[in-house]
T-cell receptor, first 112, second 111 residues
């Protein structure tokens, strides 16, 4: 079964600083990859998903971008963080688009 | 209108109690259904998929009612370790988002 590595676990960044969160997957090839954000007391919001290398779909306009340089690597970035970017960021994967999702351990981002 | 709606709770139940959560979905094209468990500041973990015929895994039973567009989760003989937030998730094929999450139902099992 697949294993999702996500780091760091927690991150405190000042407003206006850049961001790079990395997610790597083991145990499967050509996975679908997802970035979600969960704000305090709210449901999961899909930010980006990717069905293959270099293929990124964005669900909501925002201050963030994503890249997939390798089959099992998914990166979430920002050039300048906003206060509203604070939240719990989760990387997820599945093999087929209709199959259940598996999540990484998440990154708690606080923008101050 | 939200794709998936859950009662946020909180549900506070004594150990050994039976508790049930319901979740409604709005899109009749929904194809797959799941219950996830999420502990505080942790990632959601798959608890069980929900099948049309209903399915059981130990103390947990999931039901799907397509006609009324709701799914349910029943927990019998609650344990302290069942305290968590339970997320209802619906998969709608051929949509960009694909997975739609409820905001979760909070359960606290009290000694």
């Amino acid at each position: 079964s697949q294993t999702i590595h996500q780091w760091p676990a927690t991150l405190v960044q000042p407003v206006g600083s850049p961001l790079s969160l990395e997610c790597t997957v083991e145990g499967t090839s050509n996975p679908n990859l997802y970035w979600y954000r969960q704000a305090a007391g709210r449901g999961l919001q899909l930010l980006f998903y990717s069905v293959g290398i270099g293929q990124i779909s964005s669900e909501v306009p925002q201050n963030l971008s994503a890249s997939r340089p390798q089959d099992r690597q998914f990166i979430l970035s920002s050039k300048k963080l906003l206060l509203s970017d604070s939240g719990f960021y989760l990387c997820a994967c599945n093999r087929g688009r209709n199959e259940k999702l598996f999540f990484g351990s998440g990154t708690q981002l606080s923008v101050l | 209108r939200k794709e998936v709606e859950q009662d946020p709770g909180p549900f506070n139940v004594p150990e050994g109690a039976t508790v049930a959560f319901n979740c409604t979905y709005s899109n009749s094209a929904s194809q797959s259904f799941f219950w996830y468990r999420q502990d505080c500041r942790k990632e959601p973990k798959l608890l069980m998929s929900v099948y049309s015929s209903g399915n059981e895994d130990g103390r947990f039973t999931a039901q799907l009612n397509r006609a009324s567009q709701y799914i349910s989760l029943l927990i019998r003989d609650s344990k302290l370790s069942d305290s968590a937030t339970y997320l209802c998730v619906v998969n709608i094929p051929n949509t960009g988002n694909q997975f739609y999450f409820g905001t979760g139902t909070s359960l606290t099992v009290i000694p």
